[in-house]
Structure formats: C-alpha cells, structure tokens
C-alpha cells in the first residue's frame, strides 16, 4: 500500500511566489488548512497543484473557497478561530526529560483583563498548577469581544498518559485533553546492540490440514511456534483486521471495514472451548462443513474467502448457542465492557449490514448515523444478532492472545508483529461509526510513480485533521489499542501518511490530488505511547517519496523504518549494506512485488506489462529492472556471496535468494524480515498495485516449485529450513565480525 520510488526528494512544502497572482489567495488559503499546493514527484519535478483540486480538498475539509470573496472570508475565519475558544482543541506534547525542567506553553484565549487559573487534572487523580508567563501580545477584537491571550507552562514533569487539561476564566471553565508522549519509544531500546530476524508472511495463505481454505488463528499460532523453534524473533503478518459481517467479503485485507476490531474469517472453530461441549449432531455438521473445504488446502488454486466464511459463520453459529459455564460469561462481560461503546456501535453496524445491502437507502437515510433514532430502535430488535458479533470479537481477542502467548513460549522475545492499514474501506464499519472525523468526498491513494506510473487511488476516506484533533484523538487511540493488545509489535503500513495523505477529489484521477498535511507530532507521539504502555516495537513502512527529515524524525521518537534490498541505491547505485539504518525492518522483498524468484525472473515487468499500468515501452522497464537487479547482484558477487555469473541460477533462483539475504544480513539494521514466500520458492505476486479487478490480488495460497506448502510441512521442508539457516548463519557471521 505504499506509493514506492526510488527517490528521496526535497521538502515540498508550499513555495510562495511558485504562481501567479490570479490565485494566490487560494493558495494561501490552502496554506493555511495544510494544504500542499505544490510536490516533488517520483521524478524529481516539482508540480504545481490544479486549483481545482485544492478548492475540492478544502470543500472536503469544511472551508468555502469558491470565488475570491469566499476565500477572503475563510481565510479570516482560520486566523480568528484559535482566538474564539479559551483552550486548544486538545495539546499533545513530549514527556519531560528529568533535570532539564522541559515545560510546554499553552495559550489561553480570554476577555481581555479576565483573571486565568489553568491547572491539570493528571489521569492518576493528581493535580498540578500550571504557571502564567510573561506574554504580552495586543488584544483582538473577535466577534465585538475584545480579547487576550495569556500563556501557560505545563509542567515538564507530569508523566505519560491521557490526562485533562482545564482553565478557569472568571468562572467560565474549558477544558481539553493534553496527552504526553514518550519523547522516544522506550520498546526499541531492548534492541540496541542485538539483531533478531523473522518471517513475514499473509496469514490468509499461509494453511495447514486443519485449515478451512483459509490460514487463520490457530496457523499462525503453529507458524509462530514452527518460526520460534528455528531461532525466530517475530512473525510479521498481513492486517488482520475486519471485513464484513457475510460474505461477500473484501479480498484485500488493506481495505477493510475497520482497524479497531478484527476478521472473524481467521477464527478456528475446533479451538472455541464451546466447541467441546457440542452435541453429536452439531459436531458432525462442524466437521463436515469443515471437510467440505479442507480439500482446497491443497489446492494452488485461488483462495475463496466467501466459501470458507459462509461455512464458519454456519459453524460459529452452533457453538454460539452451546451454553457457556459462569466463568467464560463473567470474561466475555468483562471483555464487552472494556471495549465499550466502540463494540456496541461495530456490532450493531454488522447486525443492520447483514440485513442491508450496501446500496440500501437506509444508509443514507435514517440509518445514516448509529445514534440515530432508527438506530436506538435497531439496538433493540437486533440485540441477539449484535451479541453475536460481540462474541465473535471477544473469540478473536481469545484466539490471539493464544497466538501470542505461543510465540512467546516457543522462544520468540517479540512474537506477532500486525500490520496497520493505511485506512478504511467507505460504508464500512468505521466510515459510519466515525464519519465525524473522517473526509468526504476524497479518497486516500498516490501520485505517480516508478512502480506505478498511473497513481493509485486507494478508495479510503481519510482522516479529517481538525475533526480528529477536535475529537482529542481518541478513535486513532482506540484503534491502536484493539491492535497492540496481544502484539509485541506493529507495521504501520505507508506511515508517512501520519505526516501527509495524497488525497484525490471525487471524480477525479489518481495524478490529480494533494497532499494534505497532519500533526505528525500528536499522531507518532500517541503512537508511542500506545505501543510503549502496551511494551511493542513499532516498525514504520517509510518507503515512497517523503521529506528528508522525516526518516530523522522518525528515528530519534524510536519508531524502526523500513529498508527494501531493491529500493536502497542513490544516485551512485546501490547502497552498500552496511551503510542502511540500524534502526530499521531490512528485508529483500515486499508483499507489493513478486516472490524474490518471481521478481529475478522479470515478474513484476510481465505483469504491469500485461496490466497496462506501464507508462513506457516494455523494452525499455526490463532493461531498466534487469540493470538495476544487476547492480545489486554485482554487489553480492563482490562479498564472496555468490559465484561469477550467479543470478541466473532460473526457473527458481534458489541459490540467488539465500545469497541475497545473506547480503541483507550484513546490514547493521536490528531486524531482519524473512518473507515466507521466498522460504518455500513461491514466485507469483500476492499484489498488484493500482489494480482491484484486473489482478486477483491477496488470493494466491502459499505454494513452492513442488506445489502447496502447507505449515505442517515446514519443519521438514529442506529449501525452508535451508534459507532459514542461511540467514541464522549470516547473522552469526555478521554479529560475530
């Protein structure tokens, strides 16, 4: 999900005097909202934004700017808005560092000559006074008011968390959340000095003899366990989270209805305890629902995610009428509670959505929004349907932290590693629970580049900037929570788009967007305090075009990056591996291009060929791919890696891929990603970017040059347990050195 490129471009920040005078005003308004008017391509080009496309994305932000009179209007509305409210919509800032007294200031916006108390109500009951400043600055008129602003210290000692933030102006009291952050992500410093590696792998794939067509829960339990015995730190999997509620389902598992709560699909029936205490005939008609797909376990043909659905939810609904004992009802109460009315709302919208369809009108209309009175009225008449999808939610906690656990015990210091999608399929669960911090109108995706020459448009509404922060955060807190519970860490997937979004007007092209810009500080500060309170790694997926500095950024908050074999060169050619990040995920490939073999042997030219997705002739992609694996591949001949004339060891590259993650091994980077894929020899492309219906992307089962490899198989499967030692050795080697 990332818009890959070769190359780091200059900051593209808006460039006053860049055009000409007939629409400066816009483009000042655009400015002012965080709206980029100008970027750097893939390319290295700097483009100039349609004004078009910025007056749609300030539409889509809440701000007139049809016309000049518009414009004027709005743009004095954005400088007088911090002047119309006593407080901040909410202020995230840094821990303080002991001894250095690091305090943060406040504004407060009041009638001019009102008398200010701030404090802090801290979120273990504690209270702390915050201190005025000298800050004399000339009173504004706002609305026939004239107004002050007076600034306050936070104290630089009030720890971590989720605390409130309250001032009193002559008994007039605001308040607002203020959320301090870990000033650098505690989880990444248990791997200073220490590398670990560990497989990558999409779960959906990834089966075994007990599968139901589908690798679930119980597999990567097996996986994690099979990985840990062979010295494995992690397992990094696909997003895992929900689609809806009955088949047919989304396929890919980067547009789903929601991050905060999971898919159902990977659940194993057989490991619900319930399970056990079925009667004769509910247990037969399990394990023939179960048969009746099992033979597809191996099978290399695609994965049919409806089949295996509609016969667990057939399933999952006799164990649900098993009685449950007092101490398995007191956990699922307990579980509901917790999770509030977060899962109140997600279950009801998977009870309404089972009985209507997306195009229905209710959805437009009085079901349009969960507290409605059509919706009060549905809680009602739906309660059985939506504790079952309650229950289903609370079987997917169960059957992860089992997941977890195992990895644990099987040797693993990290364990499961989820992967956070970029954002949300619309008229899903989250665009109707909180579609009052989200975008309308535009969708997430792109700008052209190398790898994807037409944009990408990613069909996901974004998140809207002030809305969010308006909200205090707390649905992107939610979120992260649900995802880290039973993590020991998480794969933020395109996670520069926590600094900017390409976002593309409705109607409108991939190429024909912008960039809009977000409070990085407050999104990777409440990122680290989710992940450090919940003792998790975080690994950024920063590959694409970015601002030189945020890598920087991103590293001195502790946050690991990202570095793809095929994606490391400058303009001299490859980077030499000792020469990537050491705080950083180094793995040869990615999910969004083929297999290692596939890749070697041209894969990802053919099939963009094939696509129509190439934006000059084919000749010339596969020179410029066959000179670019060449480079590399010279490179690993030079280290005594591979032999003279090594790399074309075809059809499947078996020597080659071991010595290219032998090479990888030599990076100083603290992890390093094994791609399942590439342990069993598979070649064909999981993905296709910028494709939906052209390519049967996130289908294709786990298979090698013999066939389908099932979990069961790996412990003896030799080509796995080859690289798998290969890269053991490397880093022994590597660490060793």
């Given at each position: 999900m990332a818009d890959r490129t070769h190359h780091e471009n200059p900051d593209d920040s808006v460039l006053p005097g860049h055009t000409d005078t007939t629409d400066a005003l816009l483009r000042e308004l655009a400015a002012a909202h965080g709206v980029g008017t100008t970027y750097w391509g893939w390319d290295g080009i700097e483009r100039s934004v349609a004004a078009d496309t910025l007056r749609d994305v300030l539409g889509a932000l809440g701000v007139p700017a049809n016309g000049i009179a518009e414009q004027q209007r709005s743009l004095a509305e954005s400088r007088l808005a911090p002047w119309r409210r006593i407080l901040p919509p909410v202020v995230v800032l840094r821990e303080g560092v002991p001894g250095e007294g690091r305090d943060v200031h406040v504004d407060v916006h009041v009638p001019h000559g009102s008398r200010v108390r701030v404090w802090i109500d801290a979120e273990d009951g504690s209270r702390h006074e915050a201190a005025q400043q000298e800050n004399w600055e000339q009173p504004v008129d706002v609305d026939g008011v004239l107004t002050g602003r007076a600034t306050f210290a936070v104290p630089g000692h009030i720890g971590l968390g989720w605390h409130t933030l309250r001032a009193d102006a002559d008994g007039t009291v605001a308040q607002c959340p203020l959320i301090v952050t870990p000033g650098r992500l505690r989880t990444s410093a248990r791997l200073a000095g220490r590398r670990s590696w560990g497989l990558t792998a999409q779960l959906y794939s990834v089966r075994s003899a007990r599968s139901w067509g589908i690798g679930d829960f119980a597999d990567l339990t097996d996986l994690a366990v099979v990985a840990g015995e062979q010295g494995a730190g992690f397992v990094l999997v696909n997003p895992l989270h929900a689609a809806e509620p009955v088949p047919p389902v989304e396929d890919s598992p980067y547009l789903p209805t929601t991050r905060r709560f999971f898919n159902p699909l990977y659940l194993r029936v057989e490991e619900i305890p319930e399970y056990g205490y079925l009667d004769a005939p509910g247990r037969a008609e399990v394990a023939r629902l179960a048969a009746s797909l099992q033979a597809a376990n191996q099978s290399r043909d695609l994965l049919d995610r409806n089949a295996a659905y509609a016969a667990k939810l057939a399933a999952l609904e006799l164990v649900y009428a098993v009685r449950r004992g007092p101490a398995r009802n007191r956990q699922f109460a307990d579980f509901c509670a917790e999770q509030g009315q977060g899962l109140e709302d997600f279950a009801l919208w998977c009870a309404l959505a089972e009985q209507l369809p997306p195009s229905a009108p209710e959805w437009a209309g009085a079901a349009a929004h969960p507290d409605s009175p059509y919706c009060a009225e549905q809680r009602s008449t739906l309660a059985a349907r939506m504790d079952f999808h309650r229950w289903l939610q609370w079987l997917c906690d169960q059957q992860l932290e089992a997941a977890q656990r195992s990895a644990h015990q099987a040797g693993m210091e990290i364990g499961i590693v989820h992967d956070l999608a970029v954002g949300v399929k619309p008229g899903g669960a989250d665009a109707w629970t909180l579609a009052g911090v989200l975008a309308r109108g535009v969708s997430v995706g792109a700008p052209p580049d190398m790898f994807n020459q037409q944009g990408q448009n990613w069909?996901?509404?974004?998140?809207?900037?002030?809305?969010?922060?308006?909200?205090?955060?707390?649905?992107?807190?939610?979120?992260?929570?649900?995802?880290?519970?039973?993590?020991?860490?998480?794969?933020?997937?395109?996670?520069?788009?926590?600094?900017?979004?390409?976002?593309?007007?409705?109607?409108?092209?991939?190429?024909?967007?912008?960039?809009?810009?977000?409070?990085?500080?407050?999104?990777?500060?409440?990122?680290?305090?989710?992940?450090?309170?919940?003792?998790?790694?975080?690994?950024?997926?920063?590959?694409?075009?970015?601002?030189?500095?945020?890598?920087?950024?991103?590293?001195?908050?502790?946050?690991?990056?990202?570095?793809?074999?095929?994606?490391?060169?400058?303009?001299?050619?490859?980077?030499?591996?000792?020469?990537?990040?050491?705080?950083?995920?180094?793995?040869?490939?990615?999910?969004?291009?083929?297999?290692?073999?596939?890749?070697?042997?041209?894969?990802?030219?053919?099939?963009?060929?094939?696509?129509?997705?190439?934006?000059?002739?084919?000749?010339?992609?596969?020179?410029?791919?066959?000179?670019?694996?060449?480079?590399?591949?010279?490179?690993?001949?030079?280290?005594?890696?591979?032999?003279?004339?090594?790399?074309?060891?075809?059809?499947?590259?078996?020597?080659?891929?071991?010595?290219?993650?032998?090479?990888?091994?030599?990076?100083?980077?603290?992890?390093?990603?094994?791609?399942?894929?590439?342990?069993?020899?598979?070649?064909?492309?999981?993905?296709?970017?910028?494709?939906?219906?052209?390519?049967?992307?996130?289908?294709?089962?786990?298979?090698?040059?013999?066939?389908?490899?099932?979990?069961?198989?790996?412990?003896?499967?030799?080509?796995?347990?080859?690289?798998?030692?290969?890269?053991?050795?490397a880093l022994h080697c590597a660490t060793d050195e």
């Open positions: 069909s996901q509404p974004p998140w809207h900037p002030g809305r969010l922060a308006e909200s205090g955060y707390a649905a992107y807190r939610d979120m992260l929570r649900t995802v880290l519970r039973h993590a020991g860490g998480i794969r933020v997937d395109h996670i520069l788009g926590l600094f900017r979004l390409w976002w593309i007007p409705e109607g409108a092209g991939p190429g024909n967007g912008t960039y809009v810009y977000y409070d990085h500080e407050a999104l990777i500060g409440i990122l680290a305090l989710e992940a450090q309170r919940a003792g998790a790694i975080v690994i950024g997926e920063d590959l694409g075009v970015f601002e030189p500095w945020v890598r920087d950024y991103l590293a001195e908050r502790g946050i690991l990056g990202t570095s793809i074999l095929w994606f490391e060169h400058d303009a001299n050619g490859p980077i030499p591996p000792e020469h990537y990040r050491q705080q950083c995920l180094t793995s040869v490939n990615t999910h969004d291009l083929p297999p290692t073999a596939g890749y070697l042997a041209g894969e990802h030219v053919t099939l963009r060929e094939s696509l129509g997705l190439l934006g000059r002739p084919v000749d010339e992609e596969r020179a410029e791919a066959a000179a670019e694996q060449e480079a590399v591949l010279a490179q690993v001949r030079a280290r005594g890696l591979l032999a003279e004339g090594g790399g074309t060891d075809g059809p499947d590259f078996r020597t080659t891929v071991e010595a290219l993650y032998a090479y990888t091994a030599l990076a100083p980077s603290a992890l390093l990603g094994v791609a399942l894929v590439d342990a069993v020899g598979e070649s064909r492309t999981q993905n296709q970017p910028g494709t939906s219906t052209e390519y049967p992307n996130w289908r294709i089962p786990l298979a090698g040059p013999e066939g389908v490899v099932l979990i069961d198989d790996l412990p003896a499967n030799e080509r796995f347990l080859s690289l798998l030692g290969t890269v053991r050795s």
